[in-house]
């Protein structure tokens, strides 16, 4: 189980720009998925730990958080994402 983190294409932006929104504060949580989530952080700057290791990412970048996946999100610069859960 990985999550998976890449610059986003301006296909993905033009896709998920009419999804809805997701904004946090700096702050940490722990967070289960019990569906896949797919985003586009438009803001921001996270570190998600899990299974002893760890993701980085920020504004710009399309990630894919897979389902089944427990961790703990740290928000180190407020947030703003559109997503999507499958």
């Not at 896709?15 to 438009?42: N, Q």
């Not at 002893?52 to 894919?64: H, P, Q």
Request: a negative charge; charged letters at 20%; aromatic letters at 12%.
């Amino acid at each position: 189980m990985e999550i998976q983190v890449r610059k986003a294409t301006s296909d993905d932006i033009a896709k998920m720009s009419a999804l809805p929104t997701w904004g946090c504060e700096i702050s940490t949580f722990d967070w289960h998925y019990d569906s896949e989530e797919h985003c586009y952080l438009t803001e921001g700057e996270v570190t998600v730990e899990y299974n002893g290791t760890s993701a980085s990412f920020g504004a710009g970048d399309y990630v894919i958080l897979p389902q089944g996946l427990s961790c703990v999100w740290k928000v180190s610069k407020a947030v703003q994402k559109h997503y999507l859960f499958l």
